[in-house]
């Protein structure tokens, strides 16, 4: 069992621009190490960045996996922005080369990682003449100059003329000054457990915290339209609700959900306190079933503690 709090990770990817492609589908997945993803596939194009914001909903300091080569270079900057605004990370998975626009995505994380088999190509020359192209010559420079990178990177993607920067490993990317991390350091996660609580065996996750986390960010998105807030004093909103939820793996529910505990009460908010039980219990009737991976049930989303914030989720 593990306590439920909201993260989320994404897979990017696309096939190269001179060869066939298909459009990308946004779907959820988990990855041979267990990682729980959103996975995008197939070739970024206009208006992806729509289908991207509607995915990640108000999500903050998560992880965006690429394994994308191109694609539209209107919809990666602003795939782009939306990851700098939000801090999330940024990573180029196994055996990837992340190229064009993918890298236009992948210079705005936070923080970035590259795969150890995996390199990043900018040809910065080339994206200047499609900005060119167009219609919009300054858009590659204006982003750049907009992401605050470390001085020497941006010294480096300003000055460049040519398409010399085609392919950067884990140390290039170093020596030229983008402060790249290995992957490994974010996808070795120790497993979740859950702080102040003695679980028998049978009830400890066996899946690690990183897609722990990335499990619970798709139990909220499907469990969000349904949590409709009563009628409450302001400072109701303070209140947070505990829930024990013991799922079938059809994603209904195989035991009613029980209350572990409410925090936040107070002498003014504490008559809200059951009718804010109830509205998440009635949420969760309401959303079953739930579409989970299949994968990650043993140990993880079998038996959960899920968190009820007015405050995160809304009305």
Not at 190 to 212: D, E, H, Q, W, Y
Not at 222 to 240: A, E, G, H
Not at 287 to 309: A, K, M, Q, R
């Amino acid at each position: 069992m593990f306590r439920a709090f909201v993260f989320i990770v994404l897979i990017l990817s696309t096939a190269f621009p001179n060869v066939s492609t298909r459009a990308a589908t946004i779907s959820t997945d988990s990855v041979a190490s267990g990682q729980f993803v959103v996975r995008i596939e197939g070739t970024l194009d206009a208006g992806d960045d729509k289908k991207f914001q509607s995915l990640v909903g108000n999500t903050e300091h998560g992880l965006i996996l690429l394994k994308m080569d191109s694609g539209s270079l209107r919809a990666a900057i602003k795939i782009g922005n939306i990851i700098r605004a939000r801090g999330f990370m940024t990573a180029v998975s196994d055996s990837s080369t992340c190229v064009f626009a993918c890298s236009m995505i992948w210079i705005a994380g936070s923080k970035r990682f590259v795969a150890s088999n995996a390199g990043v190509g900018f040809y910065i020359f080339s994206l200047r003449n499609l900005a060119s192209a167009i219609g919009e010559k300054d858009l590659v420079d204006d982003y750049v100059d907009s992401l605050d990178l470390p001085q020497h990177a941006e010294d480096t993607l300003r000055n460049v003329n040519s398409d010399e920067l085609s392919y950067l490993s884990l140390k290039d990317l170093n020596i030229y000054g983008f402060d790249a991390h290995a992957l490994a350091e974010i996808l070795d996660d120790p497993p979740l457990t859950v702080p102040g609580r003695n679980l028998p065996p049978s009830v400890k996750p066996t899946i690690s915290a990183f897609a722990a986390k990335g499990l619970v960010a798709s139990i909220a998105a499907q469990i969000k339209p349904c949590y409709m807030l009563p009628t409450t004093d302001p400072s109701s909103l303070r209140i947070v609700t505990v829930l024990r939820i013991h799922f079938s793996r059809d994603g209904n529910l195989s035991a009613p959900a029980q209350l572990v505990e409410q925090t936040g009460l107070t002498p003014t908010n504490s008559a809200d306190a059951r009718r804010l039980a109830e509205a998440a219990q009635r949420a969760l009737l309401q959303c079953v079933p739930l579409h989970l991976p299949s994968d990650l049930y043993e140990g993880g989303w079998e038996d959960i503690e899920f968190v009820f914030d007015p405050r995160m989720v809304g009305k």
